[in-house]
């Protein structure tokens, strides 16, 4: 069973970093390309950042001000924010590219 546990999330300021994991379990996590959404009050879930083998890929949004990593030996992902805007509140989930499964997500709420 696949099951994906994000945290990290909490109220940050504006210009404040944080940094997202995913500690994935149920399935072969270092075979499979990731990768990280969002969902903002009122807004439909969005793309926000993918690694594969080699690459990285982001929306234009975060691109310079986040960067997305893992760690194959503890089945983690994680998403580095740094320079965090009030459009980047959110849930934050971490998924496997290839199959349909979300965690519960966790919240960063970025106000003064």
């Known amino acids: 069973q696949v099951q994906l546990a994000e945290s990290g999330g909490g109220l940050v300021q504006p210009g404040g970093s944080l940094r997202l994991s995913c500690a994935a379990s149920g399935f072969p996590f270092s075979n499979y390309n990731m990768a990280w959404y969002r969902q903002a009050p009122g807004k439909e879930r969005e793309f926000v950042a993918r690694?594969?083998?080699?690459?990285?890929y982001y929306t234009d949004s975060v691109k310079g001000r986040f960067t997305i990593s893992r760690d194959n030996a503890k089945n983690t992902l994680y998403l580095q924010m740094n320079s965090l805007k009030p459009e980047d509140t959110a849930v934050y989930y971490c998924?496997?590219?290839?199959?349909?499964?979300w965690g519960q997500g966790t919240q960063v709420p970025v106000s003064s």
């Open positions: 690694i594969d083998a080699k690459n990285t």
């Open positions: 998924k496997p590219v290839a199959l349909n499964s």
